[in-house]
T-cell receptor, first 115, second 117 residues
Framework: DAMVIQNPRYQVTQFGKPVTLSCSQT?????MYWYQQKSSQAPKLLFH???????NEADTPDNFQSRRPNTSFCFLDIRSPGLGDAAMYLC??????????????FGPGTRLTVL | AQTVTQSQPEMSVQEAETVTLSCTYD???????LFWYKQPPSRQMILVIR??????QNATENRFSVNFQKAAKSFSLKISDSQLGDAAMYFC??????????????FGEGTQLTVNP
């Protein structure tokens, strides 16, 4: 089945130790998103790629970076995780056409713990 | 900027009964899309139902239907014949149809639905 895959599902890192979360998709969607979701809150968009074009949200900290080497893969890099970065990180994709009816497809998320 | 408000942090319903989740939004745009997403305890977000703003007819997907009131900027979700598997956090979301919007979703705060057997 076509899907959005996130690895790992659970990630533990130490305060200040860089960490990378990965997302892959078999949907061949051109738009990919990274969201941060804290407990019982709505997802908060960090950034997204439209093809290779990177779009950062104005309030996304510099500590968060992203890479998209090809259509299928997208990475979230947290350069120096702080305790406040502990959260669920959701990857989502959307098919071609911003002005379309298309839905976003979400991955299962990676739960990040910062010790 | 658009905002989405879900005024019911928690709701509960008896199995087989009907429940309505409320959502209001604020926008100056005339063309947009509205969505209800469900996030079960396993945390994978899935789409429940969607509505295009220019369509007057309310969307329906099996036991799920919406009451879309464009003038009132209201988009409620009705779940009929509630099942235990409907228990989840439900998010209402807005997306602009404008190309320059970046296709980002604006989410409401969520409503935690409990289904009692």
């Amino acid at each position: 089945d076509a899907m959005v895959i996130q690895n790992p599902r659970y990630q533990v890192t130490q305060f200040g130790k860089p960490v990378t979360l990965s997302c892959s998709q078999t949907l061949n969607h051109n738009v990919m998103y990274w969201y941060q979701q804290k407990s019982s809150q709505a997802p908060k968009l960090l950034f997204h790629y439209y093809d290779k074009d990177f779009n950062n949200e104005a309030d996304t900290p510099d500590n968060f970076q992203s890479r998209r080497p090809n259509t299928s893969f997208c990475f979230l890099d947290i350069r120096s995780p702080g305790l406040g970065d502990a959260a669920m990180y959701l990857c989502a994709t959307m098919g071609r056409g911003i002005s379309s009816y298309n839905e976003q497809f979400f991955g299962p998320g990676t739960r990040l713990t910062v010790l | 900027a658009q905002t989405v408000t879900q005024s019911q942090p928690e709701m509960s319903v008896q199995e087989a009964e009907t429940v309505t989740l409320s959502c209001t939004y604020d926008t100056s745009e005339s063309d947009y899309y509205l969505f209800w997403y469900k996030q079960p305890p396993s945390r994978q977000m899935i789409l429940v139902i969607r509505q295009e703003a220019y369509k007057q007819q309310n969307a329906t997907e099996n036991r799920f239907s919406v009451n879309f009131q464009k003038a009132a900027k209201s988009f409620s979700l009705k779940i009929s014949d509630s099942q235990l598997g409907d228990a989840a956090m439900y998010f209402c979301a807005y997306r602009s149809a404008r190309e320059t919007s970046g296709s980002r979703l604006t989410f409401g705060e969520g409503t935690q639905l409990t289904v009692n057997p």
